[in-house]
């Protein structure tokens, strides 16, 4: 079973983002444990405050090592992983989330507050990532967009044939997929779909995924096209 812990300020942010649907079914399953640590706990402040101000001066207040340090201390083993959640890290990808999935070691993942953490807590992780180039007001729905990433990809969580068919899979998004009704509007089905010949329908679908990357993600398309050399 795959073994999620992640280090916060705000249990129920993550909670509640990794309590419903294929999350929660996974969990039920067994398939992984989500474990949400508050790292306040950890403070040896009477106040368990666990920030302080910048040295140097500037804006914001800076997450204390102390508390931190001594939760990842706590939660870690030599079959962890540690992963630092920062908008400075390493871009964070489908690729990256089939690692985490298959990698049996325990995922830790540290989620920021206010104006971030001591620059000193490199040194007690293994890796720095971020879910993408903007600011969020902390790490909570990072951690969450990663444990669900990740969970999915897990066996037995979801079907192989559904993974086969994502985004990202050989460098190319998923094909249009459209339901009843026929007509809506006055738009409707590409009857291919309806004519029972799977292997037409096959080679539709992957030329619409060509057609679709080329259009709305060039720089996917770019690494396709290169395989294809």
């Known amino acids: 079973m795959k ?22 079914k996974a969990k039920a399953n067994k398939k992984v ?26 804006a914001g207040m800076v997450l204390s090592l102390q508390p931190i340090v001594d939760a990842i201390k706590a939660y870690t083993t030599k079959n962890s992983h540690v992963v630092l959640l920062s908008p400075q890290g390493k871009k964070f990808n489908q690729t990256t989330a089939k690692q985490y999935a298959k990698s049996k070691k325990d995922l830790v993942l540290i ?29 909570e729905l990072p951690a969450a967009i990663i444990t669900d990433a990740v969970v999915r990809l897990l066996n037995g969580v979801i079907t ?5 068919d994502e985004s990202f899979e050989n460098n190319l998004l998923d094909y249009d997929n459209y339901t009843k009704p026929l007509n809506f509007q006055n738009y409707s ?27 709305q993600r060039p720089d996917l398309f770019s690494k396709y096209a290169k395989t294809k050399k």
């Open 111 to 139: 989620c920021g507050h206010y104006e971030g953490f001591d620059q000193r807590i490199i040194n007690y992780v293994d890796e720095v990532i971020s879910i993408g180039d903007y600011v969020l007001t902390g790490g």
């Open 160 to 164: 192989k044939q559904s993974l086969n």
């Open 189 to 215: 089905v590409p009857k291919i779909l309806l004519s029972g010949n799977h292997k037409l329908i096959k080679e539709f679908r992957q030329k619409n995924k060509i057609t679709k990357t080329k259009k």
């Open 33 to 58: 444990k989500i474990n949400v640590v508050d790292f306040r706990l950890f403070s040896k402040n009477k106040h368990k405050k666990v920030d302080d101000t910048p040295y140097g001066g500037g």
């Open 3 to 24: 073994k999620i812990t992640i280090l916060t300020l705000f249990k129920d942010v993550v909670a509640n983002a990794t309590n419903f649907s294929i999350l929660k």
